[in-house]
């Protein structure tokens, strides 16, 4: 379903201010036997074709042994769910996925012991779904979208020692999926000291995919709760086919949206996620919609630079091209902060391999 607009932005984002994420996170994530930080790779290309100073790829094609952030979320979770349990004491793990959430989470329980139960919607590679398969997990397809399958997980879940591990929220089911979004801010962390050893300070633009939006309040969570320094723009990047939070920044407040096909399947999402929704409301600068066509240039760009990156993770750059070239690209920039020499960083967030574009037939 397309979109009523496709861009959406409120400069006055900037100055909003929020609480910090808890500390213990980075400590965690250090800890584990995979972890290391992902590449900042910088495309001076791609600064010269937007005509700003500097910009940096967030590289997540290999994260903790998966081909996506999303092992950053689950492991956190899957963490802090063990951890109120006793030792012996049967857990069940029960989530819905596009593909990258769910195969995080059929890994953790599979590196803690514990079985897993994906419930995966129409329209996700067979080859995602092999992935989750291989883990271990027991995997049931439904026939619908996104929303459906998370519907079907939260039934299956209903009883212990089942525990939904959900990356969405909505009232009454909070907890978990904040602590997923707790996971994510590793990421940024990363980001921060990696600038720093590029002479940086902090990004003037960040752009992050957006599904239900659980990464975005990460972003904004942790760009906003810093008491001094300057304060990036944060762009939203969304399909037109599952446009769900800019649709909801442009009406105010929360909507469902009914989904189409898209190859972007990790952000095939109709419904901004309860938790998030707060901050994105008040925390994100703009929001933008991009095609298919506009996505898969955009890896296929990256490809030639070196950078590995799928569908969603590509939708990163494809947002900000389309919203610093083209007409009305002027006034975009403005609105948006960026002058000549302005540093912009693109998540992204999953490497080719991680959610292969969906199958023919499908529609997602």
Request: net charge neutral; aromatic share 4%.
């Amino acid at each position: 379903m397309m979109p009523s607009a496709t861009w959406f932005v409120r400069p006055t984002a900037r100055a909003w201010r929020c609480a910090p994420a808890p500390d213990g996170v980075r400590r965690f994530h250090a800890e584990l036997p995979d972890y290391a930080s992902t590449p900042l790779t910088e495309l001076p290309s791609l600064a010269a074709e937007w005509g700003v100073g500097r910009v940096f790829v967030k590289d997540e094609s290999a994260r903790l042994g998966l081909s996506a952030f999303k092992a950053l979320g689950a492991s956190w979770a899957v963490h802090r769910i063990l951890a109120e349990r006793a030792s012996e004491a049967p857990v069940r793990l029960v989530t819905a996925t596009d593909g990258n959430h769910g195969r995080a989470v059929a890994r953790m329980a599979r590196l803690n012991g514990r079985p897993a139960h994906v419930f995966v919607p129409r329209g996700v590679h067979p080859d995602a779904v092999a992935a989750i398969e291989a883990e271990g997990a027991r995997v049931t397809r439904v026939d619908g979208p996104y929303d459906a399958a998370v519907r079907c997980a939260a039934e299956a879940a209903d009883k212990p020692p089942a525990v939904l591990v959900q990356d969405t929220a909505w009232p009454g089911y909070e907890e978990i999926p904040g602590w997923i979004v707790e996971g994510y801010t590793t990421l940024f962390h990363e980001v921060d000291g990696q600038l720093r050893a590029a002479g940086l300070e902090s990004p003037d633009l960040l752009a992050v995919p957006v599904g239900v939006g659980s990464l975005a309040q990460a972003a904004v969570t942790h760009y906003r709760s810093r008491p001094t320094g300057p304060a990036p723009a944060l762009l939203a990047v969304e399909p037109v086919a599952a446009a769900c939070v800019l649709t909801s920044l442009v009406r105010g407040g929360p909507v469902a949206v009914e989904t189409g096909r898209t190859t972007m399947a990790g952000l095939n999402c109709g419904t901004p996620s309860s938790l998030a929704w707060p901050s994105l409301r008040d925390g994100l600068d703009a929001a933008v919609a991009v095609t298919d066509a506009d996505s898969a240039r955009a890896s296929r760009d990256l490809g030639a630079l070196g950078v590995s990156s799928g569908p969603c993770g590509a939708a990163s750059l494809a947002g900000v091209r389309a919203a610093l070239t083209g007409q009305g690209a002027g006034g975009r920039r403005t609105a948006l902060g960026l002058g000549p020499a302005a540093t912009l960083v693109l998540l992204s967030t999953e490497g080719t391999a991680a959610n292969p574009a969906a199958a023919p037939g499908t529609s997602p």
